[in-house]
């Protein structure tokens, strides 16, 4: 496994490598790495020649400067987890390499992919998301970049994004990873107490009516209301969002189409905020 600092050493070595004709698929994340990021490495494994990591905690697509100041680092272990995984190349830029002076992200606008939900709780979060995630694609030009469900309205940001500027590069998404007991991994996981780690497990629970709720062809308003009611009421749980959507458009899906739907939501938990969603068809 070869580990990178510089944007310009790693053009250099990739460029070796697609004069081989090797296949580079790209996993790009902010590191402290769970098994929701090895499934990406593992199906990008399965796709690609190559495999570039990058890890880079991007301070443009936080809105709330506590929550980037407490974002974990665990550059060690994040090493160990790639070797272990047979990563190629590991890419740990610095801030200097990718933004000029102070980092900043232009506005971008897809409509109510970058404005609704996440964009309209997180002001500037997608402009920031857009603004790293361009400067990456063009560092490492890969063939394939692997993105996870788990940030879905993510995924359709940037699936947006490769429509419209990078066309020649295919977005693959990954299935969400669980722990055992329901809750989505995510690496603000590790900032819950006990007790918030125990709460945090309706939001699966909640998702899991919503879908039974459907199956039953239940689904509507009285069923959205109950949930959103159920986590309202739940102690240390503030609600931002609960709703079902279609995942290409994130227009609220209306009630006899909440088949092809997701239900997305997005909670703080003390100074812990965590998002979740769940494909309420078969
Ligand atoms: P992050 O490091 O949180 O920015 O995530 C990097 C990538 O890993 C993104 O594409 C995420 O959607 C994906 N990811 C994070 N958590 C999970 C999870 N639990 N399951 C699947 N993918 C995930």
């Known amino acids: 496994m070869e580990v990178f600092y510089t944007s310009k050493e790693l053009k250099s070595r990739l460029s070796e490598i697609r004069t081989q004709g090797r296949s580079v698929g790209f996993v790009p994340t902010m590191g402290s790495l769970h098994s929701g990021h090895a499934s990406l490495l593992h199906l990008a494994k399965s796709q690609s020649d190559a495999v570039v990591l990058s890890i880079y905690v991007n301070p443009t697509q936080f809105n709330n400067p506590d929550d980037f100041a407490s974002y974990p680092h665990m550059l060690q272990d994040d090493l160990e987890l790639a070797q272990l995984l047979e990563v190629d190349l590991v890419f740990v830029p610095e801030t200097k390499d990718l933004y000029e002076g102070v980092p900043s992200a232009m506005p971008v606008d897809y409509g109510r992919l970058t404005h609704s ?61 669980r722990d055992k007991d329901g809750l989505a991994l995510s690496s603000r996981n590790v900032r819950l107490s006990p007790v918030e780690r125990t709460v945090a497990l309706q939001l699966n629970r909640s998702l899991m009516r919503l879908k039974m709720a459907a199956a039953k062809g239940l689904g509507g308003v009285l069923a959205l209301n109950t949930e959103q009611l159920e986590l309202k009421n739940t102690p240390g749980i503030d609600l931002e969002y609960l709703d079902v959507i279609d995942p290409e458009t994130f227009q609220t899906a209306e009630p006899d189409r909440w088949s092809q739907g997701h239900a997305v939501l997005a909670v703080n938990l003390g100074s812990v905020r965590l998002i979740d969603n769940l494909f309420l068809g078969e």
């Open 117 to 177: 939900f996440e964009g309209a709780k997180r002001q500037g979060h997608f402009d920031g998301v857009v603004a790293i995630v361009r400067k990456l694609f063009q560092i490492v030009q890969p063939s394939r970049a692997f993105f996870g469900e788990k940030d879905l309205q993510q995924l359709a940001v940037i699936r947006e994004l490769a429509r419209r500027e990078f066309e020649d590069l295919e977005i693959v998404p990954c299935a969400l990873i």
